[in-house]
């Protein structure tokens, strides 16, 4: 195992063709790319770091542990050409990528060194001083432990509700599962490693979360190699394996960081050579380069090359930049191909990205191969013949806040001239007026896009296929006969669990606060009028006793800053779900807002709810009113060729609502976490709810093992999750 910097460097460097040296000047410098610190050999020379080191693990054989050390501090960084104090990790507003593989296990001390309170104030909504200089880790979108069952305030895993102050430090360790149930993903049996793709870890301390994602408090995980995701499939196996590696061997990996950041100064950025000071703004209205009704940012669309500013204030300036630069340059060499794997860290905005061309407007084209971490479609069986299933090609992507893709840009054909494109995002409202309310983001030109001029094409040109995982079966045998007991009813704090047999599904409205600037949760578990047929969803009634809030998550907290889990002293309760009830959930979210809003639920994937879903909860799809938002189109896009694609983030529009689907369907999602909106400013101000996920009560019987395990156990005998998971049984 090694530690791999700067893998990017040279050999990028190599492949980007001749004129390379057109493609970027000193205004427009190539786009850097972060070093990685791996425990997957991928080739480069082990390197020393401060940070980082890699070693075999003590308990795991044949895995890795990848131990990491992050320092939030309070320290100056370079961003844009600028030099400017933030909160940070390690003092680095570029940390590196964390590569592991499933099977390893990710270890992190955090360590709280901020210098200065952050800001303790969202809008109108104050939090105590016990939250001041405090901190956390989320590791965002893995299917991991939060290690908290137990104990909710110290668990080691991805666990959101410690609270480190200055001073304090924590051991963290994530252990990236190898054997997680393929129903997870809607596989109908069999286990898969956890999904090759993109995440990201970041702050997650409530109310401070987005002034920390902000200022840099943020990185990227990268689980399997960065081409792992690549792939072509074939009948034959050696020749997918060629195929396969001759289409990675042509192709740069490049990964990209969209991140913003307001800043007030006197030097306009075309004349920030690196270290021009600048003041970081905190917290900003999110039309801080439209500030009054009727005004239009500076300068002009076309010339807005990674910034904004104010038409009444030039010194208010809003930086968007990719890998911490302000419009890079971005080159396909001649006869290469280029993997983006482009993660939105931004606390708050949202990219609508699309790729222009400078000599005509079109679109460049580009196959969509993963999104939040998670290749599209469901797990494969061995049993099944190989089914080329081809990527969407897309014209345009999507990013709410938090979310990720690979995208997968093809220059391997003929082409007798340089080709030269834009980076574009936006603009986005996401106000039901955006004269009145809701946030205005204008377009922003991102990145130049260099294709180079490929004199021949390449000898065997071939399609992206989607490299979807195969589901194994583990070859199980019982020992004994078995004495199940059911586990206790739920615990004190929760409201119950859907109730299948009424058809009942989870209403999450997303609400105004009592206060401006403020906001509340409010769940409900709603059913049909009738056990059978299907119903206009108006029809649907709401369970009086299952109902929580509407409460913003600064009720749920007792007088030291923690979440009450048993709902004393008229405090809510909370959601629970019991995991033998947990496959297959339809959650409604309902936003009756004026904004756009983003949900986002720990340790879980999900899925747009399909016509059928609705109908076998009773719902009548024809009753469902979704509304015209550009991102929930583009997000629905995603699905056109027929596969399901799996997210942990969704839009949910002004007056709209969303259906999906999730599983509840693995041990490690058995603890305590949240669902919020990932808007953090959103978030910061009560837009989270606890959320706790139990063992169930109820037998495994032979068909819930047969939907694990491949209809491997052929006895009638029947089992507990928790046994079968203990090892109760002989290989």
Partial sequence: MMVIFGRFGLASLLSLGENVADAADAQHPLLIQPEICSAIIFGGSPQPSPFCRVAPSETR???????????????????????VETENYNGAYLPPVLELDAGDTLKVRLVDALEQPSSVEHGNMAHDLHMEQATNLHTHGLIVSPDNAAD?????????????????????SITVPTALPSSILDGVAGIIPHPNGLYWYHSHIHGLSAGQVAGGMSGVLSIGSGDANISVRDVDPAREKKLTGD??????ISYMMLRDIKLKTSIPPDQASGEAPAQWVH?????????????????????????????????????????????PTVDIGAGRNGLWRIANLSADVTYDLRIVSEADGSLLPFDLLSVDGVVPGKPLLRSEPAVPNKAAKLSTLTLMPAARAEIYIRNDTQSAKVRRYLLRTGPVSTGADPKFNGDNWPEIQLARVILERSPTAVAERVATDLNLPYAEFENLHLSEILEATPLPDLPVGCVRDIDRNTREHRRVTFASGTMPDTWRVWTNLVHPPQPTGVYPIDSFE??????????????????????????????????????????????????????LHNFHIHQMKFRLAAASDLEANGI??????????????????????????????????????????????????IGKYVYHCHILEHEDAGLMAPLEVVRHRRFWSKRHIDRRLGNTITTGIWLTLDQMRLGKYQR
Wanted: aromatic content about 8%.
């Fill in 620 to 669: 009548d799809p024809r009753t469902v009113r979704y509304p015209s938002n550009a991102q929930l189109a583009s997000i629905r896009e995603e699905d056109s060729t027929g596969v399901s694609t799996w997210h942990d983030t969704v839009p949910v529009p002004s007056n709209g609502i969303v259906f999906i689907v999730m599983n509840f369907d693995s041990e490690e999602q």
């Fill in 542 to 595: 709401p369970d009086p006793d299952a109902g929580i809030g509407p409460v913003g998550f600064d009720a749920y907290l007792d007088a030291k800053g923690e979440v009450d889990w048993d709902g004393t002293k008229d405090r809510p309760k909370h959601t629970c779900v019991q995991l033998s009830n947990g496959h297959g959930q339809l959650w409604e979210l309902e936003n009756p807002t004026s904004e």
């Fill in 283 to 327: 917290i900003a209205g999110h039309n801080q380069c439209a500030p009054s009704m009727g005004d239009q940012p500076l300068p002009a669309s076309q010339e807005r090359e990674g910034f904004c500013q104010s038409p009444s204030d030039a010194n208010d300036i809003w930086l968007f930049t990719v890998n911490g630069q302000r419009f």
């Fill in 61 to 83: 054989e044949g895995h890795s542990d990848l131990t990491v050390s992050l320092t939030a501090t309070t320290a100056p960084v370079r961003v844009g050409g600028y030099r």
């Fill in 247 to 252: 289409l990675r061997a042509i192709t740069d």
């Fill in 152 to 172: 909710p305030t110290h668990g080691n895993g991805d666990n959101v509700f410690v609270s480190l102050k200055r001073g304090e430090w924590l051991d963290y």
